[in-house]
């Protein structure tokens, strides 16, 4: 069963925006993964922006193929997407997705210091998740 989370209406014509968003978000997180020694303190820099990426290309989807994005809780974003996409989530996606969703607070407002170690391996299946959005993001409907 699909769970409905609160949404509202995105013309469609917007979510080129998120998409870009997303692309840069994971941009400037891989280039701060590349420049980052071990003890370098960008742990939480680079997962910040891995999650935010996720959740820009996650809106770029809904609002591509439904129209609507999540209002909610972003870690509730899986849930829209899922109910706008329906079999072409793959279960694989949608778990990827979570995990970082699931990081967004601890990294965010919980005071945890993230080692460079920890923001790459959030970075790794964001850039998972992402390729496999931008790759569907392409493939949206235009009209």
């Known amino acids: 069963m699909v769970k409905r989370t609160a949404t509202r209406r995105v013309d469609r014509s ?3 925006n998120y998409a870009e968003a997303g692309r840069v978000f994971l941009a400037s997180a891989q280039a701060l993964s590349d420049v980052a020694d071990e003890g370098a303190p960008y742990g939480n820099a680079i997962a910040l922006l891995a999650i935010h990426a996720s959740i820009s290309y996650t809106d770029a989807l809904s609002i591509a193929y439904g129209e609507r994005k999540s209002t909610d809780d972003h870690a ?3 849930d829209t ?3 706008i996409l329906g079999p072409r989530l793959p279960p694989g996606r949608a778990k990827q997705l979570g995990k970082v969703l699931l ?3 601890t990294v965010s ?3 945890s210091y993230y080692t460079i ?3 790459r391996r959030i ?3 964001a850039e998972l998740y992402c390729r496999w959005a931008r790759e569907l993001f392409e493939e949206r ?3």
Do not use: F, N
Request: glycine share 8%.
């Open 123 to 125: 970075l790794h299946t």
């Open 117 to 119: 170690e920890d923001g």
């Open 141 to 143: 409907p235009t009209v």
């Open 14 to 16: 917007q979510a080129a």
């Open 76 to 78: 509730r974003a899986i």
């Open 109 to 111: 407002y919980q005071g």
């Open 81 to 83: 997407l899922r109910s």
């Open 103 to 105: 990081e967004k607070d």
